[in-house]
């Protein structure tokens, strides 16, 4: 049974929240701030973390750093306010899994928990590492590297340049990289995906022959360079 913490200072939301994820029989603790948030995740080491940015005490970002900074892996989905692009891009680029806008449709976020879920689940099934140019992609350890230095990719970089790696020469649309590294409930036209690419390439830097590790097909999407 995973193991869900959902941080929020709206008592209707949380309760809401936690009655929908209790239904689909996950166990479920709450916290109202972010200091409250950070003893819960140190005492009950939860599996996933529904974590709303605007907080008391302690914001949402906060937490999300610090979570970041001591190493926890456990799965963040962020809820932010519907018109908030760069809170939900910023939260994005320091760890988080994937994000909700307010107001929500509890079944949504559900699903959302689903799939992050899964995808943390399929980590046990990972194969070796392969190589990929100068770099090292890990399935396992979920790291990309060179040299034996890590990357820091976060978690949705990590899936997506797996994804693409897989494949190399093959063009993936955002749509089909949306629905392999978020599942059905990606949004066809969520931009996020285009900030997760930006991102990685940042952290990859470019090939010793100058090209870029992951090539965009204008009109199309995305794929990574053929060796």
Known sequence: MARILVVDDE??????????????????????????????????????????????????????????????????????????????????????????????????????????????AGQATATPARSFFDLEVDTGAREVRRAGDTLGCTRVEFDLFAALTERPGIVLSREQLGELIFGESFDAYDRTLDSHVKNLRRKLGSRADGGQYIETVRGVGYRAARP
Do not use: C, H, W
């Not at 939301?13 to 109202?32: C, H, K, M, P, S």
């Not at 907080?55 to 001591?70: I, M, T, Y």
């Not at 320091?94 to 509890?106: R, S």
């Open 11 to 120: 008592p209707r939301i949380v309760d809401v929240v936690r009655a929908y994820l209790e239904r689909e029989g996950y166990a479920v603790q709450t916290a109202r701030d972010g200091d409250e948030a950070l003893e819960r995740i140190r005492t009950d080491d939860p599996d996933l973390i529904v974590l709303d940015l605007m907080l008391p005490n302690r914001s949402g970002f906060d937490v999300l750093r610090e979570l970041r900074a001591q190493g926890s892996s456990a799965a963040v989905i962020m809820l932010t306010a519907r018109d908030d692009v760069v809170d939900r891009v910023a939260g994005l680029e320091i760890g988080a899994d994937d994000y909700v806008t307010k107001p929500f449709e509890p079944r949504e976020l559900v699903a959302r928990v689903g799939a992050v879920l899964r995808r943390v």
